[in-house]
């Protein structure tokens, strides 16, 4: 009989397929004390079929690695209205709305109260709720049974996801359908839910990037209070916002990402394009920086209503590092992590934003050591993404 055991806690990226693929639903998930989701398993239903350490992506080694040699580009939705409801240059809306365009279906990412969630689409009307980026972690949970049913009426097939969700897609089909587009997101780390708990005032989050004030200035979130009313919050106030930034929070996995490769299985790969300044007419409305890993990719965007713009290595990489190199040093064993579960179920607010959100003003002595300690292994992860990033580069070229 195989003994079933799930991927550690320290390398469980939370896609939940694991969830998905067992046929006896005996696997299922919790958010934990820490404010991130983890499968768990009810021995009393699970039949040993081992089916779920197969389709688990750490567990099987799923390589999401492409051996190719593909070029970043800027690029930009040629219409306003996708490209300023997007967290950057509003790719993956006219993607989708090609896409939708073309009697498919869409799988992305709203929101749902203050929990996050990938739903399916086939309307363009649905669009708005799957757009903009969303710093919480999606529940996953049933979403790959949805996709393998809509994947069988032969239609196209967008989705959209984390490197990690996307892998998580791939290694639950085991084959690569046709019909199948994927996106992948190159993220900063999953934030723990437990930044939301000083939100419970609130319904819901409309979005978490506003560009009222331009692209690069757009990190604060908008909610919906429970009149219906919309509320813009203050970006220097604001936990979330600064608790994801920070990435003091973030999932375990976050800190040494086994899917941070420039070249993915995924169709295309789509970021933020920092740094640059490049076309600076631009700036203000956003602009994306895309990878095309497959054929099937560069047909679609090419087809699509977007800019497309060949850039250069050199120009992305230092500014987005998460693209190819997915380890943060001593990130995953902090003292600041190992009490997080505690933490925000007996600390003070003033004193969360000052362990998570690193907002220290006070000239208390410990609290100074504490911002000088940061300091450090902040300036420690830049030299180490520096030195992996030239790296990168060379090999590249």
């Given at each position: 009989m195989i003994k079933i055991k799930l991927a550690k806690r320290s390398d469980c990226t939370g896609c939940m397929a694991c969830v998905d693929s067992c046929s006896r639903s005996a696997i299922s998930s919790i958010v934990e004390k820490d404010g991130h989701r983890y499968p768990i398993i009810n021995y009393d239903l699970c039949v040993r079929c081992g089916v779920c350490m197969k389709k688990c992506p750490e567990l099987s080694h799923f390589n999401y690695v492409e051996d190719i040699k593909a070029?970043?580009?800027?690029?930009?939705?040629?219409?306003?209205?996708?490209?300023?409801?997007?967290?950057?240059?509003?790719?993956?809306?006219?993607?989708?709305?090609?896409?939708?365009?073309?009697?498919?279906?869409?799988?992305?990412?709203?929101?749902?109260?203050?929990?996050?969630?990938?739903?399916?689409?086939?309307?363009?009307?649905?669009?708005?709720?799957?757009?903009?980026?969303?710093?919480?972690?999606?529940?996953?949970?049933?979403?790959?049974?949805?996709?393998?049913?809509?994947?069988?009426?032969?239609?196209?097939?967008?989705?959209?996801?984390?490197?990690?969700?996307v892998a998580g897609l791939l290694s639950f089909l085991c084959k690569i359908?046709?019909?199948?587009?994927?996106?992948?997101?190159?993220?900063?780390?999953?934030?723990?839910?437990?930044?939301?708990?000083?939100?419970?005032?609130?319904?819901?989050?409309?979005?978490?990037?506003?560009k009222e004030e331009g692209w690069k200035h757009g990190y604060k979130l908008t909610f919906v209070d429970k009149q219906g009313n919309l509320?813009?919050?203050?970006?220097?106030?604001?936990?979330?916002?600064?608790?994801?930034?920070?990435?003091?929070?973030?999932?375990?996995?976050?800190?040494?990402?086994?899917y941070a490769y420039p070249h993915t299985k995924a169709d295309m790969t789509i970021m933020d394009y920092w740094g640059e300044k490049d076309y600076p007419e631009e700036h203000f409305k956003g602009i994306s920086c895309v990878i095309l890993n497959t054929s099937k990719g560069k047909e679609i965007a090419e087809r699509s209503n977007v800019v497309l713009i060949e850039s250069k290595w050199e120009k992305c990489l230092p500014y987005n590092p998460r693209i190819g190199v997915g380890y943060k040093p001593f990130c995953r064993h902090t003292i600041e992590r190992m009490i997080m579960p505690y933490a925000f179920q007996h600390f003070s607010k003033e004193t969360i934003k000052k362990i998570y959100v690193r907002k220290i003003n006070s000239f208390n002595p410990v609290w100074l050591g504490v911002k000088i300690v940061r300091l450090m292994h902040y300036k420690l992860i830049l030299n180490y993404q520096r030195f992996q990033i030239r790296k990168l580069i060379k090999r590249l070229k």
């Open positions: 070029l970043p580009y800027l690029s930009w939705a040629k219409d306003d209205k996708i490209r300023l409801r997007g967290a950057s240059g509003g790719i993956f809306g006219a993607i989708a709305t090609y896409v939708l365009a073309q009697n498919g279906f869409v799988c992305g990412c709203t929101m749902d109260g203050m929990c996050a969630k990938h739903i399916i689409i086939n309307n363009v009307s649905q669009l708005p709720d799957i757009q903009g980026s969303k710093y919480i972690h999606s529940d996953m949970s049933g979403i790959y049974r949805e996709l393998k049913i809509v994947l069988k009426t032969g239609r196209w097939v967008l989705y959209c996801g984390t490197r990690c969700q359908p046709e019909n199948l587009i994927t996106i992948d997101l190159v993220c900063n780390g999953v934030p723990s839910v437990n930044l939301l708990k000083y939100y419970e005032d609130y319904k819901t989050i409309k979005s978490f990037r506003n509320i813009v919050g203050d970006k220097d106030a604001d936990i979330q916002e600064n608790g994801f930034l920070q990435g003091m929070t973030n999932r375990s996995s976050c800190y040494d990402c086994h």
